[in-house]
């Protein structure tokens, strides 16, 4: 089975940043699809950014593009997500996604890291 670990988050001002990382523990032939979503009380969990297989490009919700950037290190099968010129409109639970095959039989593995707070205060 996998895991996914986060960590980083916490609080930060707003036009300040914060950097957050999440790892896939376990054996993973091939990452699927790798990134973060947020959530917020009462709302549906949305997209942030997202890195997917075949070499596509990340793709980013309209509302982070220009202050979010996703990298990875495939080595590790790590995400991270920099998120710089952060509002309080970004205060939100994060949480890493990750869509995984674990073996060339085609087994899949897809979940959620437990998630982590990002608050950012004026």
């Known amino acids: 089975q996998v895991q996914l670990v986060e960590s980083g988050g916490g609080l930060a001002q707003a036009g300040g940043s914060l950097r957050l990382s999440c790892t896939a523990s376990g054996s993973v032939l091939r990452v699927n699809a790798m990134g973060w979503y947020r959530q917020v009380p009462e709302k549906r969990r949305e997209l942030v950014a997202m890195f997917y297989g075949g070499g596509r490009s990340p793709e980013y919700a309209d509302f982070v593009k220009g202050r979010f950037t996703i990298s990875r290190d495939n080595a590790k099968n790590a995400v991270f997500l920099q998120m710089n010129s952060l509002k309080s409109t970004d205060t939100a639970v994060y949480y890493c996604?990750?869509?995984?095959?674990?073996?060339?039989?085609?087994?899949?593995?897809?979940?959620w890291g437990q998630g982590i707070q990002v608050t950012v205060v004026p």
């Open positions: 996604d990750g869509d995984y095959t674990l073996d060339e039989y085609g087994t899949t593995w897809t979940g």
